[in-house]
């Protein structure tokens, strides 16, 4: 399943973090959150105060992510700044000529990049690049989730400011007593 989500993952270093979970996704896993569905509509939670787009627009910029992230202490930096350092914690926004499509959270100690597809589980992966792919239209009705467009980066203190510091640590616990408890292979 995931080979054909992103096939970039074929052969490289990567692992299953957290059971398939419908109560979130990608965005909101990004933001720290595991209770809820993330998305700039008004039918959905978005951050208080940032702008949503309108009606049943198809496309959705990455402006609106890095608006509503804003909000949670991030700023943008460049879709090239993707080392690891110290202090800071980034986000990558990922884009097909439809619209933001998928987003991922560097691992605060540097180990690679979390991220979530969809509703299913979430993985850990080195390289923003192990999970790139087509932007086209077409492959992203087929399910491609497109190219990082955007990093956003935040220093150590805002993520405890904002209380997704907290939020990580109780999922972390969450997940490691699942794991100990449920065996699952990697795919």
Known sequence: MFYSWFPGLRGTNWRIRSPYDDDYQCIAWAAMHTDRHMWPHADYIWFPG????PGDALEV???????????????????DKRRWVPGFQKLAIYATEV???????????????????????????RRLD????DVSAIAA????????????R??????????????AYKTTLKMRTYRRTHKWDRP
């Not at 910029?61 to 879709?79: A, D, N, Q």
């Not at 619209?99 to 992966?125: C, N, P, T, Y």
């Not at 009705?141 to 956003?152: D, F, M, P, T």
């Not at 935040?154 to 939020?167: E, L, N, T």
């Open 130 to 133: 192990d999970i790139e792919g």
């Open 141 to 152: 009705i087929a399910g491609s989730y497109g190219e990082v467009v955007e990093i956003l």
């Open 50 to 53: 940032a702008p949503t787009y």
């Open 99 to 125: 619209g933001v499509s998928l987003m991922a959270r560097q691992d605060l100690f540097g180990r690679g990049w979390l991220s979530k597809a969809g509703v299913h589980e979430d993985i850990i992966h």
């Open 154 to 167: 935040r220093s150590w203190w805002s993520a405890f400011k904002y209380g997704c510091i907290a939020r």
């Open 61 to 79: 910029t990455s402006k609106l992510f890095v608006e509503g992230f804003s909000r949670i202490g991030y700023k943008p930096i460049g879709k």
